[in-house]
């Protein structure tokens, strides 16, 4: 069986990766391609059309494709997560310095955020926060981080910046801010530019973050793909193996990124402002086999965080057309 | 006497309409632009694919953008244009989302666009012809340029290899291309390759 798997370069993709440069795909007797995309919307296309079986695909993005909200039409299901967390919210060194948070901790930071957003607003010169597509959890994060703080998501400028392009955004002040995944935070805090305010896993901690999104044909032929998954994640999910890892993903065929910056997110030993201050978040980015499994109620989160974000007009009516998509139940097949 | 209370008139195919276009390459992005000044009334902007792109594109507001799908910013077009059917000018890809086929014409070409709504089939189905026109011959020209750089640079080899050959065993031009062609067809080889074998031992042994 020969197969064709998107993904956008990124920390989380590292069991679809690590699935074929392991060789975990050969183990199965199959040929899978990686196919890397620099936008989540050429995934979506092309997974809608065809010319991928699959993908590392935003989980809010998978299902807005499959309910018809974003894309060309799709018939698309979703057996597995790819990983628990790894997003984080970086302002500009000068926002924060602005924000001035009494503490380090979620809700003293979210309050001087929503704060600053509020003041910004009214002086009509909003906030610009970035994140990295409309259906994507970082969207959601953010809305939540502003809630908390007892801001709206509707007060700041909310834009899309590809992540490659966030450490040269926010240096020129074309934004203040982005929630953007693992390694680009520690990126734009080691180019001296960014300070991570928030972790993902502390607004949202069992948000669904990237799904292995298939063709809904391919359900039946997707046992050997689930098992080669599962020991791709395992190998992942092992600390000794994260050198190796790093330098796999941080490499040029991939992500392009100093090794050591995904090193230190995959141990969640992150460096959170220029000056060196740092924090240990063990469950940052979580990879390996448990990270695979998809909650109850994940469909329901994404459903209401659309409803939210006004992306979505009918929770209620979604439900049904929702309910075919993830699949967890093929994953626990494969054993 | 006029009635002051009618709708204001549709706006009519002749008005202006404003296409930008953002292509990480910049040759191909100048193709496309030739080909799309044909289409009557429009006014076409080529948008370098920078960091800036969105303060350009909010600075221009175009009424459609055709962009290249190696381009990272379609994600950014996506969350401007607003995906959603609530927001309040919604964009509809490719005109008809269920004209499928132009779908996979326009993927197929590397191209994507986004356009704002309220705009006519009409009007914009010329333009998403073009695109992908342009952008299939684009990749045909660049693939036969390719070609053609190879089969210049294969020359050159096999004519070094010609001419090692004949100083070293003192043959003639078409004895050593003869032996050349002999080793490879032996070999079921190529003959540039043996050229090159050739060439890389000869650079070897000095």
Redesign the interface.
């Known amino acids: 069986m020969r197969l064709q798997l998107g993904y956008v370069p990124l920390t989380d993709a590292a069991a679809v990766i690590a699935l074929v440069e392991g060789g975990f795909a050969a183990r199965e007797g199959m040929r899978v391609d990686l196919v890397a995309e620099?936008?989540?919307?050429?995934l979506r296309?092309?997974l809608a059309?065809g010319?991928l079986d699959g993908a590392h695909l935003l989980a809010p993005l998978a299902l807005?494709s499959h309910l018809?909200?974003?894309?060309?039409?799709a018939r698309l299901i979703a057996p597995a997560a790819l990983a628990r967390n790894g997003n984080a919210v970086t302002v500009s060194l000068a926002l924060w310095q602005a924000m001035a948070p009494a503490s380090d901790a979620l809700p003293d930071v979210a309050r001087a955020l929503a704060r600053l957003a509020e003041t910004r607003f009214a002086a009509g010169r909003p906030l610009c926060l970035a994140?990295?597509?409309?259906?994507s959890s970082h969207t959601y994060q953010l809305g939540r981080l502003l809630a908390l703080g007892g801001g709206r998501l509707d007060l700041v400028r909310?834009?899309?910046?590809?992540p490659?392009?966030t450490v040269?955004?926010l240096r020129?002040g074309?934004i203040d801010g982005f929630c953007v995944g693992a390694p680009w935070n520690s990126v734009a805090v080691a180019a001296g530019v960014g300070r991570i305010a928030a972790l993902g896993v502390d607004i949202a901690p069992a948000c669904p973050e990237k799904v292995l999104t298939l063709a809904a044909e391919m359900e039946e032929r997707a046992a050997p793909l689930l098992r080669a998954l599962k020991a791709a994640a395992r190998w992942c999910g092992t600390p000794e193996h994260w050198p190796d890892l790093a330098r796999l993903l941080g490499g040029r065929r991939h992500l392009d990124v100093d090794p050591d910056l995904i090193l230190r997110g995959l141990r969640g030993d992150l460096q959170v402002a220029p000056d060196g201050s740092v924090r240990a978040a063990p469950d940052y980015l979580v990879l390996g086999e448990d990270a695979l499994s998809l909650e109850p109620g994940t469909a329901t989160w994404m459903l209401e965080e659309m409803a939210a974000a006004?992306?979505?007009?009918d929770v209620a009516a979604a439900r049904g057309a929702a309910a075919g998509f993830l699949r967890p139940d093929l994953l626990a097949a494969c054993d | 006497m006029p009635d002051l209370a009618s709708p204001s008139p549709l706006p009519s195919p002749e008005q202006h309409l404003t296409i930008a276009v953002v292509d990480p390459s910049r040759a191909r992005a100048a193709v496309l632009e030739e080909g799309l000044r044909t289409v009557e009334g429009a006014r076409v902007v080529v948008i370098p694919d920078t960091v800036d792109l969105l303060d350009r594109l909010s600075a221009l507001s175009p009424d459609v953008v055709v962009i290249h799908l190696e381009s990272p910013s379609r994600d950014l077009l996506e969350q401007m244009f607003g995906v959603s059917r609530l927001v309040e000018r919604p964009v509809a890809m490719f005109v008809d989302r269920s004209d499928v086929p132009m779908m996979q014409a326009a993927v197929d070409a590397g191209i994507s666009a986004y356009v704002v709504d309220g705009l006519k089939a009409e009007r914009i189905k010329p333009i998403i012809d073009i695109a992908i026109l342009r952008f299939n011959a684009f990749a045909r020209l660049q693939r036969e340029l390719t070609e053609a750089r190879s089969e210049l640079a294969d020359r050159k080899l096999i004519d070094r290899a010609k001419g090692i050959l004949m100083t070293a065993r003192g043959l003639s031009e078409d004895e050593a291309y003869r032996q050349m062609r002999r080793k490879a067809m032996n070999e079921k080889r190529k003959i540039v390759d043996i050229a090159r074998a050739i060439v890389t031992a000869a650079d070897l042994l000095g």
């Open positions: 620099p936008s989540w919307a050429t296309d092309k059309l010319l807005a018809g909200l974003s894309g060309p039409p994140t990295v597509h409309p259906f909310l834009v899309v910046v590809p490659p392009r040269e955004s020129r074309l006004r992306q979505l007009a």
